[in-house]
């Protein structure tokens, strides 16, 4: 993310955030996103927003329904 230049991390674009979330639903970590800090925290808090507004799911069991449609 700092080698594109990503200046801000919108909650609303899940596609792009949907690549942070592991098939647990579960939010992966710097090392396997190979995110700097900053820019980690920043996924974690558009991840959190998303979810709370049910753009992206809290549990692994709504991501199998949403695949099988």
Same mark, same amino acid.
């Given at each position: 993310?700092? =080698?594109?230049?990503? +200046? %801000? !991390?919108? %909650? +609303?674009? !899940? #596609?792009?955030?949907?690549?942070? !979330? #592991?098939?647990? &639903?579960? *939010?992966?970590?710097?090392?396997?996103? /190979?995110?700097?800090? +900053?820019?980690?925290?920043? *996924? #974690?808090? =558009? *991840? +959190?927003? &998303?979810?709370?507004? =049910?753009?992206?799911? %809290?549990?692994?069991?709504?991501?199998? *329904? /949403?695949?099988?449609?």
């Amino acid at each position: 993310m700092c =080698a594109d230049h990503i +200046k %801000y !991390v919108d %909650y +609303k674009n !899940v #596609s792009f955030l949907r690549r942070f !979330v #592991s098939d647990r &639903a579960r *939010i992966e970590t710097r090392r396997r996103t /190979s995110a700097c800090a +900053k820019h980690q925290r920043a *996924i #974690s808090n =558009a *991840i +959190k927003r &998303a979810r709370h507004l =049910a753009l992206l799911p %809290y549990t692994p069991d709504h991501i199998r *329904i /949403s695949q099988g449609r």
